[in-house]
């Protein structure tokens, strides 16, 4: 039966690896790299080998950088009174890709989920509790964890710590619903019960 040749293979393979790509995808991935010229494949394998050395961890919101501040923090354009609480790095992607957000973030790295084993001094919680108490223009907080259990979970034990400690900040939830272009006919119960109590003025 014929294979890829043994290193074109490992490469696949290792494609393979990586969420939302199946065997025939990332065997036509590893082919398509071959074709590419050798100095792209060069720069692209040295990227890839840097890529532990030179990201790390923003020292304020936790987002990825390179540097010891990631460029949102280091915006001074930014409005420094609203933080967006977030699960994860990827989650900031979606709000600045519509540039519909001017403040700053804070990643959680995680949500609670006790099914498995993560408790809330497993994420940055904590980090975000004692941001609150050093930044004082902090004004708003608002929740954007995923809109399921764990999330709504989350989003509540967040609330009432800064409830307690920091009772003049205002903490809002983002708004549930039907998203555009979607059919009631097909949305389950609990998103239009969000979307009634979520309802404005029209």
């Known amino acids: 039966m ?11 393979l290792f494609l393979e690896q990586l969420p939302g790509i199946g065997e025939k995808t990332a065997n036509r991935l590893a082919l ?3 074709r590419l010229p050798e100095n792209v494949l060069l720069e692209f394998s040295q990227a890839i080998a840097n890529l532990k ?23 001074s354009s930014r409005d420094q009174t609203t933080i967006i609480v977030i699960e994860q790095v990827y989650d900031i992607l979606s709000f600045e890709k519509g540039r519909i957000y001017h403040g ?17 001094e497993d994420i940055k919680i904590a980090e975000l509790l004692n941001r609150i108490k ?3 223009q902090i004004k708003e907080i608002i929740l954007a964890t995923n809109p399921n259990l764990e999330g709504e979970a989350t989003a509540m034990f967040i609330k009432e710590k800064i409830e307690k400690n920091y009772p003049s900040i205002k903490i809002s939830r983002i708004g549930y ?6 059919s009631i006919e097909y949305a389950d119960y609990m998103t239009l019960k969000k979307s009634l109590e979520g309802r404005m003025k029209y």
């Open 2 to 12: 014929f294979d890829l040749p043994k290193n074109l293979k490992k490469i696949s």
């Open 32 to 34: 398509y790299m071959l």
């Open 53 to 75: 050395s030179k990201t790390k961890l923003c020292r304020r919101c936790f987002n990825l950088t390179e540097n010891d501040y990631c460029q949102i923090c280091s915006d």
């Open 104 to 120: 700053l973030y804070h990643v959680l790295h995680g949500r609670i989920d006790p099914l498995n084993h993560i408790g809330p």
């Open 134 to 136: 050093k930044e004082s």
């Open 177 to 182: 619903g039907l998203p555009i272009g979607a």
